[in-house]
């Protein structure tokens, strides 16, 4: 078989393309301009630079984009009350805390208050749990799984009763794209099985893989 290079960068721009008119829609139809709001806490230069990139993103397809930038030392619950603000604005459909939050405060706690209906994320528990539901109970399908999924499909891959491998098993990608795999419907419908670090011979179940996802840094046992 000939190896397909899936070109993610070509499918980004279809997509943004669609969402694009998707929000022109949704202003020509209600009056209504999607509302997204990035909290950026600290300086971090890697934050900096994803959420200087989303925020590009959102003003491309149409967004209303609220940039929220927070010093290093804000307090937990000063952010807790921020989120609170935010979850009950009705302009802001969308909420994103670019993670990792300064060591003072607990993300996990930071996370759960946002409302799931705005968790644009998907790390919500209630909407990990809508995930492991699938169809429609699925709000916000978290980024990387989702954009994963979105290139098998859009490259013409057939998934119905393929043999999936995902190497790891991270709550943010690993876990995700296995469970999205899996659940019936189009893009999905596929035998998964996860591989990890404790696997044994896991070059075995890679190799009779129809679809290898690799959703790791480093497969080295310790």
Do not use: W
């Amino acid at each position: 078989m000939t190896a397909k290079l899936i070109k993610g960068t070509e499918i980004r721009e279809q997509i943004l393309e669609e969402i694009a008119k998707d929000v022109e829609e949704i202003k020509a139809q209600h009056s209504v301009v999607p509302g997204l709001v990035t909290i950026l806490v600290g300086e971090n230069p890697a934050s900096i630079s994803y959420v200087t990139l989303k925020i590009k993103t959102a003003h491309r397809v149409g967004f209303h984009e609220v940039q929220d930038n927070q010093p290093e030392d804000i307090s937990e619950a000063d952010l807790l009350a921020l989120i609170d603000k935010y979850n009950k604005d009705d302009s802001i459909n969308g909420i994103l805390v670019q993670l990792p939050l300064p060591k003072h405060i607990d993300d996990k706690k930071i996370l759960n208050a946002i409302d799931p209906d705005k968790d644009v994320d998907g790390f919500h528990p209630v909407n990990v749990g809508r995930l492991m539901i699938g169809g429609d109970e699925v709000k916000f399908p978290p980024c990387t799984p989702f954009g994963i999924q979105e290139m098998i499909v859009r490259a013409g891959v057939e998934t119905s009763g393929a043999e999936v491998v995902v190497v790891g098993r991270s709550n943010i990608v690993g876990k995700p794209i296995a469970n999205m795999m899996l659940q019936k419907g189009p893009g999905a419908n596929s035998t998964v099985t996860i591989v990890h670090t404790r696997t044994k011979d896991l070059a075995a179940h890679c190799q009779r893989a129809d679809i290898l996802i690799v959703a790791a840094r480093s497969l080295v046992r310790v």
